[in-house]
């Protein structure tokens, strides 16, 4: 079932196009990864679908809602850099938002109460926000955007503010409400959005280069790579491999070389009778899969 259909969505600022005709849909139960580099548009985009930013052009049509109703009564949405009164409590703060949403006082302290515990700060509730850490204020964040039980949760580089641990605690908490809505989270994080994501949309200039299933995009653009690792400058080296007629591309990364090929054992002869030949130092050859990182390069090549 499709829970939100975009066409053609396109903003532009002072005749600049930002966010260039857009076009996808989102699924029910998915978890969704705008995936792009800063500057994409992907905030943009989320504030059109929230209904905080009117599109130059466009349509945006959610599953059920009448033409005019309003969207914001079906979704959630969690900004990049949300801001809380550090004078309230965790739970007088969803309360409080809850009532915003149209709960009575009684519904939106029970629906407090229960978000609390299920981003693990129920211990916390009656703490100032301002006392809260960058985790904490990030998950009770994501509680105030389920508060009313949104058809869709929207978030906005949920994670690229936190440390270590507060990136991990959220993550997890992605993982768990996935589970119960669908999500559209927007990052730049390669790792973030493998690691907990269904479907992807590639953003890049404003465009959505590629959408769909992490599986599918990885067997459409599934390419045979080795890695390189040699003793000393492999610099040197780079040229000589460029010039093999099985290999399509060969990039440095983390002092390895990085060879994407045609034919798998085609390259591996070529590799390793030079090595043989000219006796290069060599000190690792393993053969890998097309990662995220290697996708999201190779489309934003084309």
Same mark, same amino acid.
Do not use: M, N, Q
């Given at each position: 079932m499709t829970v939100?259909?975009?066409? !053609? #969505?396109?903003? /532009?600022?002072?005749?600049k196009p930002i966010v260039k005709g857009l076009e996808f849909q989102l699924e029910k139960g998915r978890c969704v990864a705008l995936l792009g580099p800063n500057g994409a548009g992907k905030t943009t985009t989320l504030r059109m679908l929230s209904g905080l930013l009117k599109p130059t052009a466009g349509t945006i049509n959610f599953s059920g809602v009448q033409q005019g109703e309003d969207i914001r009564n079906h979704i959630g949405y969690l900004p990049q850099y949300p801001v809380f009164h550090p004078w309230m409590t965790g739970k007088e703060f969803l309360v409080y938002v809850g009532q915003l949403a149209h709960l009575t006082k009684q519904e939106a302290a029970e629906k407090a109460d229960q978000l609390l515990e299920k981003v693990a700060i129920y211990e916390s509730r009656n703490q100032r926000i301002g006392k809260y850490s960058g985790g904490m204020k990030q998950r009770l964040g994501i509680a105030q955007a389920m508060i009313h039980s949104p058809q869709l949760l929207m978030l906005d580089e949920p994670v690229s503010s936190l440390d270590p641990i507060g990136r991990r605690e959220v993550l997890t908490l992605m993982e768990e409400l996935k589970t119960q809505?669908? @999500?559209l989270f927007s990052t730049h994080i390669l790792g973030d959005a493998e690691e907990i994501s269904d479907d992807l949309l590639l953003m890049h200039q404003g465009e959505i280069l590629e959408s769909g299933s992490i599986n599918t995009l990885r067997q459409k653009h599934q390419s045979a790579k080795f890695e390189i690792a040699l003793f000393g400058d492999t610099s040197t080296y780079l040229e000589k491999i460029k010039a093999f007629s099985s290999v399509q591309d060969v990039y440095q990364e983390k002092g390895e070389v990085h060879v994407v090929v045609e034919d798998i054992e085609l390259a591996?002869?070529? @590799?390793?009778? !030079?090595?043989?030949?000219?006796?290069?130092?060599?000190? !690792? #050859? /393993? #053969?890998? !899969?097309?990662?995220l990182e290697d996708l999201f390069m190779k489309v934003v090549k084309k």
């Open positions: 939100i259909g975009v066409e !053609k #969505l396109t903003k /532009a600022f002072k005749g809505t669908t @999500i591996r002869k070529d @590799i390793l009778t !030079k090595v043989l030949e000219e006796d290069w130092p060599l000190e !690792k #050859l /393993a #053969l890998s !899969k097309t990662t």
